[in-house]
């Protein structure tokens, strides 16, 4: 089965970081893309990085450039997002997934004081 | 960066009604469009990929269809369980841009 699982999120404070973490299994990790989205609280989706199969591209929204790094490890089947400098606008379910593809169930992250 | 954008933003339907939804896009993206469901609490769900390709597993009430900047997500005979929101997403370049989605609630 094709799945995808986020861990990592949870309460911090301004200006904290985390590190999300995203594992995969069912499917050939290393030849896929991947991304993360996140949803603010009654928002709508937002995408925030892409990364290549191999890692040597990658993408980033304007508003988490230069806070947040994307990275995988695909000996172990995982994607990861580093995030630092968290702003209360960066509180949101963060998905891991593919564009065009399968999800995962999301993590939620919390901003605040 | 490309822009998306959908309509209508929401709909009241009832069970058994042809439901519609188009999604533009600010510039070409070919085919590079994709649909996906998203109830409260969940994950998007891909419905459909590349425009009209129709997701495994998916029931073939949904469709997608359009090329260039316009196109279209349509569900041929509503069901209870397609109250949802339902959101495009452009893969032609980054950022990867969604549309604001179009919410399906029951009339």
């Known amino acids: 089965e094709v799945q995808l699982v986020e861990s990592g999120g949870g309460l911090v404070q301004p200006g904290g970081s985390l590190r999300l973490s995203c594992a995969a299994s069912g499917f050939i990790f290393s030849t896929y893309s991947m991304n993360w989205v996140r949803q603010a609280p009654g928002k709508g989706l937002e995408w925030v990085s892409y990364?290549?199969?191999?890692?040597?591209?990658?993408y980033y929204a304007d508003s988490v450039k230069g806070r947040f790094t994307i990275s995988r490890d695909n000996a172990k089947n995982s994607l990861y997002l580093q995030i630092n400098s968290l702003r209360d606008e960066d509180t949101a379910v963060y998905y891991c997934?593919?564009?065009?593809?399968?999800w995962g169930q999301g993590t939620m992250v919390t901003v605040s004081s | 960066d490309i822009q998306m954008t959908q309509s209508p933003s929401s709909l009241s339907a009832s069970v058994g009604d042809r439901v519609t939804i188009t999604c533009r896009a600010s510039q070409s993206i070919s085919s590079y469009l994709h649909w996906y469901q998203q109830k409260p609490g969940k994950a998007p769900k891909l419905l459909i990929y590349a425009a009209s390709s129709l997701q495994s597993g998916v029931p073939s009430r949904f469709s997608g269809s359009g090329s260039g900047t316009d196109f279209t997500l349509t569900i041929s005979s509503l069901q209870p369980e397609d109250f949802a929101t339902y959101y495009c997403?452009?893969?032609?370049?980054?950022?990867?841009?969604f549309g604001p989605g179009t919410k399906v609630d029951i009339k």
């Open positions: 997403q452009q893969s032609d370049s980054t950022p990867f841009t």
């Open positions: 990364i290549s199969g191999g890692g040597s591209t990658i």
């Open positions: 997934g593919i564009v065009g593809g399968i």
